[in-house]
């Protein structure tokens, strides 16, 4: 079937599966599957492997990922989403920040084919180690999965210019396991309301990320 716009900047569908457009020919990242119509290669974007997609899929449609927006990622792991903002905007930048040693070597070669993705190995709960590496971002996305998620994307609210709009990929099992999701994701909200910013989305990832929600948030 023909992969055609998905309604949202640089995504695409089949009618099924969503798509990115590939900013490195040839080359899958995490084994995703390749799809060339024309002189154009798509790569297959998996929503049960990436938060973002699973909120497309969900029906969410604030989306400011632009051909040049600048990204704040925080939780990049491997570069699994981070290489699909990478497509969406092409010529703007993405800064990954992570964590863990072990997936963020995966991050480095992520960053030799894309010019585009700037790794930075460190905490998220602690943004001024970063600052520097960037001018106020368009975008902030976290999927950190800690128990202090809220607090940590408060912080980095800091380096988001005001009108941009901040995804927090919410894991309900993060704060406490025992407790029901959706009085995790309420209370969640509700400290993010009394924050200067205005709550544009909230949608829940299930069934492709278990208890997991995503909170769109505007800020000023
Ligand atoms: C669920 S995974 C992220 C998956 C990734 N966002 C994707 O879609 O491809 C969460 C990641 O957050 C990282 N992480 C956890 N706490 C962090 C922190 N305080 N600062 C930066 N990264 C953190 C973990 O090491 C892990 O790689």
Redesign the pocket.
């Given at each position: 079937m023909a992969v055609r716009p998905a309604g949202v900047d640089g995504v695409y569908t089949d009618g099924s599966w969503l798509y990115t457009r590939n900013l490195t020919p040839g080359r899958s990242v995490y084994g995703e599957s390749l799809h060339r119509e024309g002189d154009v290669e798509y790569r297959r974007w998996d929503a049960n492997?990436?938060?973002?997609a699973a909120y497309l899929k969900r029906g969410g449609r604030v989306w400011p990922f632009a051909p040049t927006s600048a990204v704040l990622y925080?939780?990049?792991?491997?570069?699994?989403?981070?290489s699909h903002v990478s497509d969406v905007c092409a010529q703007g930048n993405v800064l990954a920040?992570?964590?863990?040693p072990r997936?963020f070597r995966d991050l480095v070669r992520l960053a030799e084919s894309r010019a585009n993705v700037v790794p930075f190995l460190?905490?998220?709960?602690r943004p001024e180690a970063y600052r520097a590496r960037t001018r106020a971002v368009d975008v902030v996305y976290q999927?950190?999965?800690?128990r202090d998620q809220e607090t940590?994307f408060l912080r980095n609210l800091d380096l988001l210019r005001s009108g941009g709009t901040a995804f927090l990929l919410l894991k309900a099992r993060s704060t406490d396991v025992a407790a029901d999701p959706a009085a995790l994701y309420r209370d969640a909200i509700d400290r993010l309301r009394r924050a200067d910013v205005s709550i544009l989305d909230t949608r829940r990832l299930d069934p492709f990320a278990a208890d997991h929600a995503a909170i769109v948030v505007r800020k000023g």
């Open positions: 492997r990436s938060k973002l925080l939780g990049a792991a491997s570069g699994t989403t981070v920040v992570e964590i863990a997936p460190g905490d998220a709960a999927d950190v999965a800690q940590i």
